[in-house]
T-cell receptor, first 109, second 113 residues
Framework: QKEVEQDPGPLSVPEGAIVSLNCTYS??????FMWYRQYSRKGPELLMY????GNKEDGRFTAQVDKSSKYISLFIRDSQPSDSATYLC?????????FGGGTRLMVKP | EAQVTQNPRYLITVTGKKLTVTCSQN?????MSWYRQDPGLGLRQIYY???????DKGDVPEGYKVSRKEKRNFPLILESPSPNQTSLYFC????????????FGPGTRLLVL
């Protein structure tokens, strides 16, 4: 079993929809949780990070962490075609970062 | 402009021919790392460095070497590349080892024949 599990998708939604992306993990030592967006043929770019449990909002993006369930989510409101990309969750317990496999999102006009 | 650069961006080589992929950052970051990205396996950390002359193994270090002689540079060395090292490689840097604000380079696509 992988340490971080993420549904690979693809997830296809119409423009304007609310998107929910999720990851589950098994290592209870993870304390920092990040979401990255990766466009085709580009390096990942950091979208959001949270420390421990709770919610964090940044514009159309909301990150949630539930450490008791070992479950993290990224919500995208009013999704746009430009949001079409692969979304990677990542977690850290110290010096190393562990990534999920990524979920490919397609937002159709 | 704050950035992480990698060279080359694309490389085709043959088994056993030593190669080096360079990585440089201009943000004065302490922490640098190398990842490989493979379909279905996601990003996996190869090596990381917390500061000059301090390096450590990640999840998949076999077949790779690194060095950190200067703060800004962190080259990845494949002494004897093999076909199973065909992959997309990313260098990344962050201000601290917590990595909550990690910047990635554009990637190096390597094909080993």
């Amino acid at each position: 079993q992988k340490e971080v599990e993420q549904d690979p998708g693809p997830l296809s939604v119409p423009e304007g929809a609310i998107v929910s992306l999720n990851c589950t993990y098994s290592n209870s030592a993870f304390q920092y949780f990040m979401w990255y967006r990766q466009y085709s043929r580009k390096g990942p770019e950091l979208l959001m990070y949270t420390y421990s449990s709770g919610n964090k909002e940044d514009g159309r993006f909301t990150a949630q962490v539930d450490k008791s369930s070992k479950y993290i989510s990224l919500f995208i409101r009013d999704s746009q075609p430009s949001d079409s990309a692969t979304y990677l969750c990542a977690m850290s317990a110290g010096n190393m970062l562990t990534f999920g496999g990524g979920t490919r999102l397609m937002v159709k006009p | 402009e704050a950035q992480v650069t990698q060279n080359p961006r694309y490389l085709i080589t043959v088994t056993g021919k030593k190669l080096t992929v360079t990585c440089s950052q201009n943000m004065n970051h302490e922490y640098m790392s190398w990842y490989r990205q493979d379909p279905g396996l996601g990003l996996r950390q190869i090596y990381y460095s917390m500061n000059v002359e301090v390096t450590d193994k990640g999840d998949v270090p076999e077949g790779y070497k690194v060095s950190r002689k200067e703060k800004r540079n962190f080259p990845l060395i494949l002494e004897s590349p093999s076909p199973n090292q065909t992959s997309l490689y990313f260098c990344a840097s962050s201000l601290t080892d917590r990595q909550e604000t990690q910047y990635f380079g554009p990637g190096t696509r390597l094909l080993v024949l």
